[in-house]
């Protein structure tokens, strides 16, 4: 089956099939393994180039693909809005054409998540969604890997994220859940539930894998759950909206009360970071016991490391 994802981009997990995304699961296990193996490092990035276009900030995504890629002895090239035309003098269409032609593989890390599939659909090499406004699958990749080294496969597992449900992160975990079987309560206010749109897009990858996903703005519904899960309440190119959120997600933040709510003491905490603490989380829950955040961020660069192994033939 990997031999079937060379060549791939990914943009999201909607063009994966179950059996790929746990394929992938797999390897990054293997990977994580691998790297804390003394003598275990390999060069099966020896002689390819990645470029890692970024309109973006990032920390955990930059870093992922660039000690992932390198550590196998590739050329990582990092490009941010101020070095390239992307979209600006020059199309994205014409950027993509160009940077095919030169690197192996290319990270776009941005806004637009047209702008992702121009990229995937001009330069002829694997693309990587390293995050969009629409969706962030590296990133879900490495939360169900979290959640699987807690509590084994995540085919019947309790999920709830709490907070902007339609922001890129919730809408990830979303499709990941729905395909591999994990049941997911999305509990956000009634204005930031996610769009009927992608939920009838999950409904029947939901069906087929067993998954229940479920929308909802009762915190009621963290009882019995594995993992409880939130992000910011403004995502980045949303700061003059944070007053706003605030006022809409106060009652929505994840403190030492609302974990106690799943009846569970081993229920963990996910956050992909980075958190404001005292705002969409309680500092005692993202530093306690429950956390899981930390190991999510090194779970990036193993899941990610997966990804570019498979698509790119070199596993």
Same mark, same amino acid.
């Given at each position: ?116 599939? #121009?990229? =995937?659909?001009?330069?002829? @090499?694997?693309?990587?969604? &390293?995050?969009? !406004? ?5 990133? +879900? %990749? ?25 922001n890129n992160v919730a809408s990830s975990l979303t499709v990941i859940c729905a ?17 009927e749109a992608l939920l009838e897009r999950c409904a029947g990858p939901a069906r ?16 019995? #759950?594995? =993992?409880?899960?939130?992000? @910011?309440?403004?995502?980045? &190119?949303?700061? !003059? ?5 605030? +006022? %809409? ?67």
């Amino acid at each position: 089956m990997s031999a079937a994802m060379k060549g791939r981009s990914l943009l999201t997990w909607l063009d994966y099939s179950a059996g790929e995304i746990r394929l992938l699961l797999e390897m990054s296990k293997r990977a994580k393994a691998e790297s804390g193996a003394r003598g275990a490092a390999c060069a099966r990035f020896a002689g390819k180039t990645l470029a890692l276009l970024f309109e973006k900030r990032s920390t955990r995504t930059r870093c992922a693909f660039e000690t992932a890629f390198g550590e196998e002895g590739g050329h990582p090239v990092f490009l941010s809005s101020a070095d390239i035309q992307l979209g600006a003098k020059e199309s994205v269409e014409d950027t993509a054409r160009v940077l095919g032609r030169m690197f192996s593989a290319i990270q776009f890390r941005g806004f637009s998540q047209r702008a992702a599939e #121009a990229l =995937a659909e001009h330069s002829g @090499v694997p693309v990587y969604n &390293g995050l969009t !406004d629409e969706f962030h699958p590296t990133q +879900a %990749l490495a939360d169900i890997m979290t959640l699987e080294e807690s509590f084994g496969d995540a085919r019947g597992r309790r999920v709830c994220y709490v907070g902007d449900g339609r922001n890129n992160v919730a809408s990830s975990l979303t499709v990941i859940c729905a395909k591999l079987g994990a049941s997911l309560d999305v509990i956000s206010p009634p204005g930031l539930l996610p769009s009927e749109a992608l939920l009838e897009r999950c409904a029947g990858p939901a069906r087929a894998s067993g998954a229940r996903i479920r929308a909802g703005s009762d915190l009621a519904a963290v009882e019995g #759950a594995d =993992a409880v899960y939130t992000d @910011v309440w403004a995502s980045m &190119g949303e700061e !003059d909206q944070k007053a706003e959120r605030a +006022a %809409l997600l106060s009652p929505y933040r994840v403190d030492r009360a609302l974990m106690k709510r799943t009846g569970r003491a081993d229920s963990i905490f996910l956050h992909c970071l980075p958190a404001v603490k005292g705002e969409e989380v309680e500092a005692e829950v993202i530093d306690g016991p429950q956390s899981r955040a930390w190991d999510q961020a090194e779970n990036r660069k193993h899941t990610i490391k997966a990804i570019m192994l498979a698509t790119l033939g070199c596993e």
